[in-house]
């Protein structure tokens, strides 16, 4: 047993190559399992799964880095699932996550996969009643997902008990192993058996954060799904060179023009968030935000709308920017650049998942430009540079987007019974009148119409290209975290976009965040 030693597991990508896939019955997982994957309409393993799935079965720690959006909880989870005795009543797994919605939505997937062989799952985070958690528990979970301050203060309480557990899991590894987290994730690993198996998971995964992590692992494989690139291949990568006062109105017209189905905006600041989402509201999307300020109450209510479709437009702090797996999201709007290339990863991954399509696109002010360069420097994809649209092409957008729905409409063939109130109405108007008046209905007011003023943030620092380093001896920045769709109608158009692209330099500081 060797720790701190990391051995590397080259896998190959077929996932992004397009070359064949193991069967998930060819894994090593018993009927319930396949049963319950089927479900899940999964039909092959990808290429993480494939790796890692026999790995965790034999009992290994593994360092797991596959893209996002490609089945990291699935890896884990489905040999943690296998491994479970449902006979025992102790938590012989426990899965740490960075966010609150993001350890929900885990607790989900593992108990859907987990159902057909009746293991019982349950989730513990902050800012939800601690009592009726503790209730919960009494019910004796195998497996246990949490959010490391909630976690911490039910292991205080000794209403969880972690001596038995078989394997941790720090899902967003490399979220979880840093500052931020670190003394709470070190306080909980310390309550753990020295002999359990324990597994990192992340789409990133810093060189001097794996060391850490290689801390509280015992001859950890690393399996890191060889792609091109660090960012899926799933999303085209735009960006629009602005000045921030720009910005908003540049943003609601990309909408109208782009027209995406679901959309995350991601702000710098808690602030950010409010105030745009407060402005695309006024605008007429259907827009609301999430962010560490609000209740869990407010925050779960505002998720559960996204999920639904009932909410096309989510504005969010970096809360959102890990783990979160919504169908639906075709576009990621970076209002601000992150300051943090490995944040950008994530965001931007919120989309292009499980096969689909998306788009992102990052603003950037004049003097952020290297931040810009720093994120292609890490991912190996160039942005392209996108052309604002002007007030004209959003309102032919915006008409089209009708167009779209009328034709939607009719086919519904729902309007027989107004026909005779057509007819009526044609009697005293003109055709012509009375469809421009629909059209005036159905779509927006001009922007110019609704002003929005958005604070200015101060811009990012200039960044200093031989000052930087990831590694703890840069400054620490607090990250913020924090989350909307547009009323009804909708269409299927593609923005227009031109340019050239650029080259990229230069490392930097490490970020700080806690969440729970
Ligand atoms: N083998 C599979 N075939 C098809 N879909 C799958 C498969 N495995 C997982 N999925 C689906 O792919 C989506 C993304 O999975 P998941 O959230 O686990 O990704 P991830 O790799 O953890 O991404 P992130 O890095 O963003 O956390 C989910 O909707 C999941 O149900
Ligand atoms: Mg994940």
């Known amino acids: 047993m060797v720790r701190g030693a990391v051995t590397l597991v080259a896998a190959p990508c077929p996932y992004l190559l397009g070359g064949n896939f193991l069967k998930f019955s060819e894994l090593g997982l018993s ?154 994730i070190e306080a909980i690993i310390n309550q753990t058996p020295k002999d359990r198996q324990t597994l990192l998971f992340s789409a990133t995964m810093p060189p001097e954060i794996k060391k850490i992590g290689v801390q509280f692992m015992t001859d950890p494989k690393m399996v890191r799904i060889k792609a091109k690139e660090l960012t899926t291949d799933l999303v085209d990568q735009y960006y629009v060179r602005a000045r921030d006062y720009e910005k908003f109105d540049i943003m609601t017209r990309l909408i109208d023009v782009q027209d995406p189905e679901l959309t995350i905006v991601f702000g710098r600041t808690k602030r950010r968030v409010d105030e745009l989402s407060k402005g695309l509201v006024a605008r007429g999307y259907n827009a609301a935000g999430i962010h560490g300020d609000l209740s869990q109450d407010q925050r779960t209510k505002i998720m559960r709308k996204f999920k639904n479709g009932q909410l096309d437009i989510l504005v969010a702090t970096d809360v959102a920017a890990r783990g979160l797996d919504i169908s639906g999201v075709t576009h990621v709007y970076n209002y601000d650049i992150p300051s943090d290339p490995d944040s950008y990863v994530h965001r931007i991954g919120r989309t292009g998942r499980a096969g689909h399509h998306g788009m992102s696109l990052t603003f950037v002010t004049p003097n952020e430009m290297d931040y810009l360069h720093e994120i292609e420097k890490l991912t190996r994809v160039r942005m392209l540079p996108l052309k604002p649209p002007t007030a004209e092409e959003a309102f032919r957008g915006q008409v089209a987007t009708a167009f779209n729905d009328i034709d939607e409409l009719i086919a519904q063939d729902t309007t027989d019974r107004y026909k005779d109130a057509a007819a009526k109405l044609l009697e005293t108007h003109n055709a012509t009148d009375l469809v421009a008046a629909l059209l005036n209905d159905m779509t927006k007011e001009a922007a110019s119409d609704v002003p929005v003023k958005i604070t200015p943030e101060r811009p990012l620092p200039r960044r200093n290209r031989h000052n930087h380093s990831r590694g703890n001896n840069g400054h620490y920045r607090r990250r913020h975290e924090g989350h909307g769709r547009r009323n009804g109608y909708r269409s299927h158009r593609r923005n227009d976009h031109h340019g050239n692209s650029h080259s990229s330099r230069h490392s930097f500081n490490i970020r700080h965040r806690k969440e729970d």
């Open 31 to 184: 009927e319930s399992l396949l049963k319950a994957i089927k479900r899940s309409g999964y039909e092959e393993a990808t290429p993480i799964q494939e790796q890692t799935i026999p790995m965790v079965l034999d009992g290994q720690d593994v360092i797991g880095q596959a893209q996002t959006g490609t089945g990291k909880t699935a890896a884990f989870g489905l040999p943690i699932i296998e491994h479970v005795d449902t006979k025992d009543p102790d938590i012989q797994a426990l899965v740490i996550s960075p966010t609150r919605e993001l350890a929900i939505q885990t607790q989900e997937e593992l108990y859907r996969l987990g159902k057909d062989k009746h293991v019982r799952v349950q989730v513990v985070y902050g800012g939800a009643d601690i009592r009726r958690q503790i209730k919960s528990l009494k019910q004796h979970p195998q497996i246990l997902v949490g959010t490391p301050g909630r976690l911490r203060d039910h292991l205080n309480r000794h209403t969880v008990k972690l001596g038995n557990i078989k394997t941790l899991v720090l899902d967003e590894a490399d979220e979880m192993l840093n500052m931020g987290f670190l003394d709470d």
